[in-house]
């Protein structure tokens, strides 16, 4: 998983990466990689877990007109990590499907700490990467069985 700044903007940002990767992660797998991090920084909660609707918009074949599909239960929290020094550091958001506001302060947490100089690398060895595999593996396996099913239809030519 790359996780450098890309050079065309049309691609998403390395912070886009990951937060795309733990907000798709369960909330047992979230917590248990915080409960494994030896030095858990100082927090505070700007924005406790709030849940609420958001409105899911599509295009007709995927690059027609746009139109509202529907309304889905979605959860948001902002974290602020906490200098040593008395200050404040770091800024982190989580937005999350469903209605988990664990889930969503866990990744906010852990968007604060990748922002973090310090922290960045091993956040990124440990709980990304490891993560963002498990996802992989999954769609692979979706893929795999739906593959199973495919049926390829031909049209076969009648000559004279």
């Not at 700490?113 to 979706?142: C, F, G, N, T, W």
Request: hydrophobic share 45%.
């Amino acid at each position: 998983m790359s996780l450098a700044a890309p050079h065309d903007h049309s691609e998403p940002t390395a912070r886009q990466r990951w937060l795309a990767v733990l907000a798709k992660a369960p909330v047992t797998r979230l917590a248990a990689a915080w409960e494994s991090l030896g030095d858990k920084p100082a927090y505070r909660l700007l924005r406790r877990g709030e849940t609420g609707l958001v409105m899911v918009r599509g295009r007709i074949g995927g690059s027609g007109s746009p139109f509202n599909f529907g309304e889905m239960t979605m959860t948001r929290a902002a974290v602020q990590l906490l200098d040593p020094a008395g200050g404040v550091a770091e800024t982190g958001f989580g937005h999350v499907a469903g209605r988990s506001v664990r889930r969503a302060e866990l990744v906010a947490l852990f968007d604060a700490m990748l922002q973090d100089p310090a922290r960045h690398e091993a956040i990124i060895e440990r709980v990304v990467v490891p993560l963002a595999a498990e996802q992989d593996a999954a769609k692979a396996a979706r893929t795999a069985k739906v593959m199973e099913s495919k049926v390829d239809f031909f049209t076969m030519v009648r000559g004279e």
